[in-house]
């Protein structure tokens, strides 16, 4: 099986948000993988383990993001596709989508894999687009991938405790949901393998994709709070005190 | 402006957030002198269409097919194209369900239109309207517009907008107009098969009156002893948010949010927890909330009565040896 697995770089998890014109200071904060898209990276390497194949990191945006699909390829991707956009942070879905399927197209997978969602602007439409530009079928929230005989059982999970099981042909685009596996670290073998594995750069202009955007962000602004909230200050001591006493005799909870 | 409403219905049960979108969709009305078209789709739902018909809405669309009995993308792709291709409305509102992110971005592309998702309120800035949607998990919010023409896509997150305002009509019924779709079998490539629950699980978090619930702050599982004995202390049973469960930290049965259960305690105590909008969804019905996080930025202060900034190890144990000692 040949599988594309589409890696976005967000900022990383405790990088201090500073907005800057409609988007955030990139310039002081560090960049990490996707969490998300860990999970989907860890399932397309289980599934090459399980039927063979390859497996592809597919990224876009900046030169930074480079590092992360090296951290794909560390982790046992054999290949890396790095769409280069420095404007990547202002693009609408449906355009890094159009951007993300150029390139694709090109390799024609059996598979394509996205996380659920991106942790910074969490939109979660890129694998249910690229499933619609590509006319492919496409399942999300996956927790679960049995490949038999051409097409796939999935486990997808619906709200409040609730699953179903489809059958899905390949090829096709599936969303995995965070947790359905348990995420590999780099080892240092494979980190030294990852330096002789390809990385192919293809500035995003050359791919001929001039959609105009379907929305624009006008505006990132920190949310006002809804509640008024009380903060405790003190010792650690002096403040769990507090929390009791307020809990007992203010909020009568306990 | 001409508004469509898909709702939205599981084995004869309403999705509730349908009836949210359905108030947004009244205010978003008011607010541009709109008209609202709701819409039922399945097989057999003419009793739903029958409900929505009491309410102040202009008229409510049933597409009923044989092939829709099921949800699957295609189907429901295939059918809803065609609705908006002949009634040509301006905004198409969903409710930010699951099946809603699973098919509503591909509707959108199929048009050539874009979908904002996920959004928790919108504004009329002049005639122009601005939808609200959390990034960053909820540490910042943007203002998004529509480019291009209509038709615009756009879902309301579960709990943005309140169902109990959903104005009844005035009296009589909404008409209620049945729309005929064509598809075929050979429309839709995937095949959905049974649907099920996992084995139930021991606990149920949404009947405990006092949660003390832990996040990412944990940092590693030989922690979660600390944060149990808080629990001990003050007699709640530990949760936590989702990647805590990923990890398998704790069982998934204990996990609070969108993906988890949704409870209401009297007490929901948040240990390192920094509040991202998946695990906020199903908790944020508490009556008391108290956050403890050593960012005081983190969005879980935002809906938080009582708040703690600072480190959870040196919390957690001191917060024990209180409530031991308020319990004498």
């Not at chain 1, 002081?28 to 289980?46: H, Q, T, V």
């Not at chain 1, 909230?229 to 809990?247: H, I, S």
């Amino acid at each position: 099986m040949k599988i594309i697995v589409c890696i976005k770089q967000v900022p990383a998890k405790d990088a201090p948000l500073s907005i800057s014109g409609n988007w955030i200071k990139e310039s002081d904060i560090g960049f990490e993988m996707n969490e998300p898209d860990s999970y989907a990276l860890e399932e397309a390497l289980r599934l090459k383990e399980k039927h063979g194949g390859e497996v592809l990191a597919l990224s876009l945006g900046p030169e930074r993001v480079k590092q992360t699909i090296k951290e794909a390829l560390a982790k046992g991707a054999d290949r890396g596709i790095h769409i280069v956009d420095d404007n990547f942070a202002q693009l609408d879905p449906l355009g890094s989508a159009q951007i993300l399927v150029a390139a694709i197209a090109k390799e024609n997978p059996d598979l394509v894999l996205t996380g659920l969602q991106s942790e910074d602007h969490g939109f979660g439409q890129t694998g249910v687009l690229l499933a619609g530009l590509l006319n492919l079928p496409h399942a999300t929230i996956i927790m679960q991938i049995e490949v038999q005989d051409g097409k796939m059982k999935l486990k997808r999970e619906l709200e409040a405790g609730w699953f179903q099981h489809i059958e899905c042909p390949l090829p096709a685009v599936l969303s995995i949901q965070s947790g359905i596996n348990k995420v590999r670290y780099a080892t240092l073998k494979g980190i030294m393998a990852a330096k002789k594995k390809e990385i192919a750069v293809i500035p995003a202009e050359s791919l001929g994709v001039s959609a105009e955007p379907t929305q624009k962000i006008e505006k990132i602004y920190v949310p006002s709070k809804t509640k008024k909230t009380e903060f405790l200050t003190g010792t650690p001591k002096e403040m769990a005190a507090k929390l009791v006493e307020k809990l007992r005799f203010e909020a009568r909870v306990i | 402006m001409k508004i469509l409403v898909i709702t939205e219905q599981r084995q004869g049960k309403w999705n509730n957030t349908s009836f949210e979108t359905l108030a947004a969709a009244q205010q978003i009305a008011a607010a541009t002198s709109g008209t609202i078209s709701a819409v039922v789709i399945g097989k057999g739902v003419a009793a739903f269409a029958d409900e929505l018909a009491a309410k102040n809405v202009a008229e409510v669309l049933l597409i009923g097919h044989e092939l829709l009995e099921h949800y699957t993308p295609d189907g429901y792709c295939v059918a809803l194209k065609q609705l908006i291709e002949s009634t040509k409305p301006d905004l198409v509102l969903f409710p930010h369900t699951y099946q809603v992110r699973d098919f509503v971005p591909k509707l959108a592309a199929m048009m050539g239109k874009g979908m904002i998702g996920d959004c928790v309120g919108f504004r009329d800035e002049a005639g122009k309207l601005v939808f609200v949607r959390q990034m960053f998990q909820g540490k910042t919010v943007a203002d998004v517009s529509f480019t291009g023409n209509a038709p615009w896509f756009a879902s309301f997150q579960s709990g943005a907008f309140r169902a109990d305002l959903l104005e009844p009509r005035a009296s009589g019924k909404a008409p209620v107009q049945a729309v005929n779709v064509c598809l075929k079998p050979e429309d839709i490539r995937t095949k959905p098969l049974d649907l099920f629950k996992e084995a139930k699980s021991a606990v149920d978090l949404t009947q405990a009156p006092l949660i003390v619930a832990i996040g990412r702050g944990i940092k590693a599982p030989e922690n979660i002893p600390q944060a149990e004995a808080v629990a001990k202390a003050i007699g709640g049973e530990i949760a936590a948010s989702r990647p805590i469960c990923d990890e398998g930290w704790l069982p998934m049965e204990r996990q609070i949010g969108s993906s988890g259960q949704t409870v209401a305690p009297k007490l929901y105590l948040a240990l390192g927890i920094s509040g991202a909008i998946q695990h906020v969804v199903g908790m944020k019905g508490a009556r008391t909330i108290v956050a403890v996080n050593k960012d005081s930025n983190a969005p879980i202060f935002e809906i938080a009565d009582y708040g703690i900034v600072g480190d959870i190890f040196e919390i957690m144990p001191a917060l024990t040896e209180e409530l031991q000692k308020a319990k004498g």
